[in-house]
């Protein structure tokens, strides 16, 4: 069966300060991956998507960036934290396919950015 | 802007009570899909249910049914006999056949609250 792993759960880190988060899926092959943000007050907005190695779409513009090194493996990077970057991250993952549309999302990196 | 949105930001209920979650979205395409999602305290988001827009029989699953109505746009939840497990975040969702499958777009939520 598919699995998604996301970590770290939980980063508080200074402002100004690097951000590295990985999401890792077992289980499947060349799926979508993507990066989500949810912020206070629940809503979520997508912020990259990715449908193939190297292949990394921007939804926001914003001072994030994301990578895609390998098939099943996806970052999330900043290279200087803002308050406002301050969040729940969540990572997802979906078969580009009419008959198996929905996303499986991992269990989330709270971040705080201090 | 907005495509799709959820009114109700939050609803209280006892337990055995039935809760509806309204959803209303917007879109142009003809192919589309629609989906509900349980976010729990521990943050994590749980597939619970999907229909295609081409599709607008109504189903029961458990406690879960769903109504979706093209005519006025609307995928309403509801979740029967509630329980204390139950309190979590409802998302609705949809995914466009013009935007990559798994692309989804949210509504703001509704939080339910279920009490003993």
Known sequence: SQTIHQWPATLVQPVGSPLSLECTVEGTSN????????????GLQLLFYSVGIGQISSEVPQNLSASRPQDRQFILSSKKLLLSDSGFYLCAWSVDSRADPEAFFGQGTRLTVV | ???????????????????????????????????????????????????????????????????????????????TASQVVDSAVYFCALSEEADSWGKLQFGAGTQVVVTP
Do not use: M
């Open chain 1, 31 to 42: 799926p979508n991956l993507y990066w989500y943000r949810q912020a206070a007050g629940r």
């Open chain 2, 1 to 79: 802007a907005q495509k799709v949105t959820q009114a109700q930001t939050e609803i209280s209920v006892v337990e055995k009570e039935d809760v509806t979650l309204d959803c209303v979205y917007e879109t142009r395409d003809t192919t589309y899909y629609l989906f509900w999602y349980k976010q729990p305290p521990s943050g994590e988001l749980v597939f619970l249910i999907r229909r295609n827009s081409f599709d607008e029989q109504n189903e029961i699953s458990g406690r879960y049914s769903w109504n979706f109505q093209k005519s006025t746009s609307s995928f309403n939840f509801t979740i």
